[in-house]
């Protein structure tokens, strides 16, 4: 398999752990390092801690008392920012690097076990973003993807399905517009996810979890992508990138825009920000439903 090394900070560069209130508009910032680009925050069910990724490991930051703690997780190659906490608060299931295969864990340490590489192509690249509510499917991206000139280059990107036990696999888009982020609804009856189906901009759409009723949701000119609902279901936020940008590349000003009610066509900014990829890749949302935690690279 192709082997791509954790992302790290550039020279001059650090990295900022925030968490920003819908109802106030105000941002608290948590952490700063130099030394350790973090990404993807989780926020735990008991509503004490935000769970990130950094260096190929995962890593624990308590809201009230910010200080780091390396989750001492076994069996398992270094993992990326595509990670989604099982609904029973105990586990988390992960993506990694090397293999590319999805993993099961205890939040609070221990070995992983994996779950996919039972059903499905062989080779295939998995990146997680949706479970269940149930904690029975997952919802990720399945990549092909070839080694050319030193570097990986995607060849498609389409939503799949699969139990979290590893049978079931099911691939539910087809056509070959790039997609990626598909997360479930709290009630479990929708994937939000985005797509180029529309546009040859990615844009918010979400359909069924067989992959029917598709529905586009984001009518902008900028580049959507990563759309996270509250646990209530009333509010979303999502990433917007610049109009012309390609994929989700990190080191860019980005846009966090919300979303109440439902209505996707007056999507409030939020925040500005320096960063992209690893900013919000996968839910963050409080168990409150009125906070939600990104992360920020600025150069010095």
Same mark, same amino acid.
């Given at each position: 398999?192709?082997? #791509? !090394? %954790?992302?790290?900070?550039?020279?001059?560069?650090?990295?900022?752990?925030?968490?920003?209130?819908?109802?106030?508009?105000?941002?608290?910032? *948590?952490?700063?390092?130099?030394?350790?680009?973090?990404?993807? %925050?989780?926020?735990?069910?008991?509503?004490?801690?935000?769970?990130?990724?950094?260096?190929?490991?995962?890593?624990?930051?308590? @809201?009230?008392?910010?200080?780091?703690?390396?989750?001492?997780?076994?069996?398992?190659? !270094?993992?990326?920012?595509?990670?989604?906490?099982?609904?029973?608060?105990?586990?988390?299931?992960?993506?990694?690097?090397?293999?590319?295969? *999805?993993?099961?864990?205890?939040?609070?340490?221990? &070995?992983? #076990?994996?779950?996919? +590489?039972?059903?499905?192509? &062989? +080779?295939?690249?998995?990146?997680?973003?949706?479970?269940?509510?149930?904690?029975?499917?997952?919802?990720? @991206?399945?990549?092909?993807?070839?080694?050319?000139? +030193?570097? $990986? $280059?995607?060849?498609?990107?389409?939503?799949?399905?699969?139990?979290?036990?590893?049978?079931?696999?099911?691939?539910?888009?087809?056509?070959?517009? &790039?997609?990626?982020?598909?997360?479930?609804?709290?009630?479990?009856?929708? *994937?939000?996810?985005?797509?180029?189906?529309?546009?040859?901009?990615?844009?918010?759409?979400?359909?069924?979890?067989?992959?029917?009723?598709?529905?586009?949701?984001?009518?902008?000119?900028?580049?959507?992508?990563?759309?996270?609902?509250?646990?209530?279901?009333?509010?979303?936020?999502?990433?917007?990138?610049?109009?012309?940008?390609?994929?989700? !590349?990190?080191?860019?000003?980005?846009?966090?825009?919300?979303?109440?009610? +439902?209505?996707?066509?007056?999507?409030?900014?939020?925040?500005?920000?320096?960063?992209?990829?690893?900013?919000?890749? $996968?839910?963050?949302?409080?168990?409150?439903?009125?906070?939600?935690?990104?992360?920020?690279?600025?150069?010095?």
């Amino acid at each position: 398999m192709i082997k #791509v !090394p %954790p992302r790290t900070l550039a020279p001059g560069q650090h990295c900022e752990v925030w968490i920003h209130d819908i109802d106030t508009g105000e941002d608290r910032q *948590l952490l700063v390092t130099r030394d350790l680009l973090l990404e993807a %925050p989780n926020w735990s069910l008991d509503g004490e801690a935000l769970i990130l990724n950094g260096a190929g490991f995962i890593w624990r930051l308590p @809201v009230d008392n910010p200080v780091l703690d390396k989750v001492e997780i076994t069996g398992i190659p !270094p993992v990326n920012n595509d990670h989604v906490l099982d609904p029973d608060g105990e586990h988390i299931f992960l993506s990694a690097l090397d293999d590319w295969h *999805l993993y099961r864990a205890p939040l609070s340490g221990g &070995p992983a #076990v994996r779950v996919s +590489g039972k059903e499905g192509p &062989p +080779g295939l690249f998995h990146f997680l973003h949706g479970v269940s509510p149930d904690g029975l499917q997952l919802a990720f @991206v399945g990549v092909e993807a070839e080694e050319r000139d +030193g570097g $990986v $280059v995607f060849v498609s990107a389409e939503i799949c399905t699969l139990q979290s036990d590893g049978t079931g696999f099911r691939q539910i888009t087809s056509g070959g517009a &790039p997609a990626d982020g598909p997360e479930y609804s709290p009630d479990g009856e929708w *994937l939000y996810f985005n797509t180029e189906a529309f546009a040859s901009n990615a844009q918010i759409a979400r359909m069924r979890p067989d992959g029917s009723d598709v529905t586009r949701l984001s009518f902008a000119d900028t580049v959507d992508w990563f759309p996270h609902l509250s646990p209530d279901g009333r509010t979303a936020v999502y990433l917007a990138y610049p109009p012309g940008t390609a994929g989700h !590349p990190a080191d860019l000003t980005v846009d966090l825009m919300v979303v109440r009610n +439902g209505d996707w066509t007056k999507a409030e900014r939020a925040v500005t920000l320096f960063g992209g990829q690893g900013t919000i890749n $996968v839910n963050s949302w409080s168990p409150d439903n009125h906070r939600f935690a990104y992360v920020t690279y600025p150069l010095d």
